[in-house]
């Protein structure tokens, strides 16, 4: 999959993208809290448990991966685990795949987002047939509840998300949009947003930094968000206005941040804070400080660590470490974005 320009390193500039986006209110007022229906949405954020398939398990004879594709065709079989999301990339050079199947289940919907031009398919349902192309882009969105039969032709490199139908519930309650909870099925236009909300996760880098969990978490949110206004069936919900937090309530959540440098904190922790649900704290938040919870994580990792630059003799990778940073290259990075100057040659030119 091309990720999206900026997205080679997806902690470092997720952010700057989701700002962008247009799912922010246009009027500011103090936001003011509502409830929630049932248990919170979690993402975990400890690092969601990735996978790779091994070359014995993509080899083994009739192996077939939770979608229903035979792994000796897969190239690349990534997967992200969340509470209620699941997200995968999935590619293949194989000119022909052949039959998809999957039983109905009540896992949820699937949509899938093809990174390239030039695959096929035929899918099968009663006693019909429809072939679809896919383009850079363009997005497929499968119930679930159906059973799915489908053949396969041409190469691709699919980036998917798996929601269960709690999952899509609750993001709709949040958003004000309980009455689209069902997706629009079938095969879409092109979406660079999503393209850009997916791509993300999953950096094309050799060896890509492990985003903070945070990021994720507020990464899962954004995708949520984006899918019901995009996808949603039924008639969306009136927008228009924009949210802002109170100094108090600001207060409140860099403490926590601020308690929590290495990023173990939810935005569900910080919303709740707020009495907000989560979609609201995000917006409201940025709108307030100019910056995402993300972005104010990043912020203070670097103020913290250029007062260790200053007034210790730890070594980067210490600071690093100290600091909350995946690593020192991470670390680097990000000081260096921040500041216009790699810690150690700021560490020199201040002592000097």
């Not at 052949?98 to 109905?104: D, I, K, L, M, S």
């Not at 047939?129 to 509840?145: C, I, L």
């Not at 609201?280 to 630059?309: C, D, I, N, Y």
Request: charge should be positive; hydrophobic fraction near 35%.
């Amino acid at each position: 999959m091309r990720v999206p320009t900026g997205f080679e390193s997806a902690e470092i500039d997720f952010d700057a993208f989701v700002k962008r986006q247009t799912f922010m209110r246009s009027t500011v007022q103090e936001a003011r809290p509502r409830s929630s229906v049932g248990r919170k949405m979690e993402l975990w954020l400890e690092m969601p448990e990735t996978h790779n398939h091994s070359p014995n398990e993509r080899h083994a004879r009739g192996a077939l991966d939770g979608l229903g594709c035979p792994l000796s065709k897969l190239q690349s079989d990534r997967q992200i685990l969340g509470d209620f999301m699941t997200f995968y990339r999935k590619t293949s050079d194989s000119a022909a795949i052949g039959r998809v199947e999957t039983p109905a289940t009540n896992r949820g919907f699937l949509i899938g987002l093809s990174g390239t031009g030039g695959h096929r398919r035929t899918v099968f349902k009663g006693n019909s047939a429809t072939d679809h192309d896919f383009g850079e882009n363009s997005v497929y969105v499968r119930d679930f509840s159906e059973h799915y039969k489908a053949d396969l032709r041409g190469s691709f490199d699919f980036v998917l998300l798996e929601v269960t139908n709690a999952a899509l519930a609750r993001i709709a309650d949040r958003e004000g949009e309980s009455s689209r909870v069902d997706l629009s099925r079938g095969v879409h236009d092109a979406d660079p947003v999503l393209a850009g909300l997916l791509g993300a996760l999953f950096s094309t880098s050799p060896q890509p930094s492990k985003p903070s969990a945070l990021f994720i978490d507020q990464m899962s949110v954004a995708i949520g968000t984006h899918i019901l206004q995009r996808y949603g069936a039924g008639e969306p919900a009136p927008t228009g206005r924009r949210y802002a937090l109170s100094s108090r309530r600001v207060a409140t959540v860099v403490e926590m941040i601020d308690s929590r440098l290495n990023g173990n904190i939810s935005i569900d922790n910080l919303a709740s804070a707020c009495g907000l649900s989560s979609a609201v704290f995000t917006s409201a938040f940025r709108e307030t400080t100019g910056k995402t919870p993300h972005q104010w994580l990043m912020k203070r990792r670097v103020e913290k660590s250029r007062g260790l630059l200053l007034n210790s003799n730890l070594s980067l990778v210490e600071i690093a470490r100290s600091c909350g940073f995946t690593d020192q290259s991470h670390f680097t990075r990000i000081f260096a974005r921040e500041t216009g100057t790699p810690p150690g040659a700021w560490r020199r030119n201040q002592r000097s």
